[in-house]
């Protein structure tokens, strides 16, 4: 299990070097896919097979679908690789900085609330990832699919019908600018 | 739980397996004449005019953007279908004005002419 975890991580790591490092920015979004595809096997590993499918058909099929049409659209070919100049170095490091927070903020279990930060330790009975009223394997049991359609369609019912409305505006929206600028050519 | 997944190892590794095995075999036994109409994309197809990293129309990033909108409305159909029969009535409706409200979408990238492709 763990050697599995380690052995898809580590693909999932070579990949996105590839994307970087890719000569060519077509191989990146392909390297891109992979990563997605890597980290959606993460997630079936750790036993949340909803977030496995919604990686692979949303990551993995449609926002790549949208990556590699914006690289057909702006000319591939001309293409200005970025220097490692001192920008790069700032940038890296400030990577580097939020990585190391988030490991840091997720060891502690450290939650941002309306009574700002709380560091809490982690297994704790009153552990801020345990919002449900039943624990890891309950949830396994009854089927990880199952425990979220439960929630999303009862007790979040609202925020799942207000999707449908934000969905309703990128479509309108996504119609309305192509449009505008079709006439005006 | 876990070996629940052997057989897709399995099938996996068969995959591989054929995708490596196939052209490392090719490549030992078979003859080899290499000629420049080999080389081509489609040998003995249409003669490629130009190169294929060229600028592509705007309107399929529209297309594309539709596709998401629409991929992201199908997933919410998965989770659904598995509680269905337990949410009953109220799955149904609840779905329903889902689907209702992000039609009212369709019908107006339909009528738009966003679908038509000109």
């Known amino acids: 299990m763990t050697a599995l975890i380690a052995v898809v991580m580590a693909l999932a790591a070579i990949s996105a070097i590839g994307v970087v490092l890719s000569p060519q920015t077509i191989y990146s979004a392909l390297s891109l896919v992979v990563t997605v595809t890597m980290i959606s096997v993460l997630f079936l590993l750790l036993n949340a097979q909803f977030l496995f499918a919604v990686q692979l058909i949303i990551y993995a099929g449609a926002v790549m679908v949208l990556f590699v049409f914006i690289i057909a659209l702006l000319n591939p070919e001309a293409e200005d690789r970025p220097a490692l100049d001192y920008r790069a170095m700032i940038g890296l490091a400030a990577v580097a900085a939020v990585t190391i927070l988030v490991f840091v903020t997720a060891r502690n279990g450290i939650t941002y609330g309306s009574g700002g930060f709380r560091g809490q330790q982690v297994g704790a009975a009153s552990n801020p990832y345990h919002t449900f009223a039943f624990g890891a394997d309950a949830v396994n049991a009854a089927g990880n699919v199952q425990t979220v359609a439960g929630q999303l369609f009862t007790t979040y019912l609202l925020p799942f019908e207000i999707t449908s409305l934000l969905l309703l505006v990128a479509a309108i929206g996504a119609v309305y600018l192509t449009r505008r600028t079709k006439e005006a050519a | ?118």
């Open chain 2, 1 to 118: 739980m876990l070996s629940d997944y052997a057989p897709i190892l399995v099938f996996l590794g068969i995959c591989v397996a054929f995708a490596v095995g196939v052209p490392t075999l090719s490549a030992l036994l078979g003859p080899r004449h290499p000629s420049p109409a080999k080389d081509l994309p489609y040998e003995s197809g249409i003669v490629p005019r130009e190169t294929a990293r060229r600028r592509f129309s705007v309107s399929f990033y529209v297309t594309a953007m539709l596709f998401i909108i629409f991929d992201v409305e199908s997933i919410f159909l998965f989770p659904w279908a598995t509680i269905v029969r337990q949410l009953k009535v109220f799955g149904i409706v609840e779905m329903g004005i889902f689907i209702v409200t992000l039609l009212v979408g369709l019908a107006y990238v339909w009528r738009k002419g966003a679908l038509r492709w000109d």
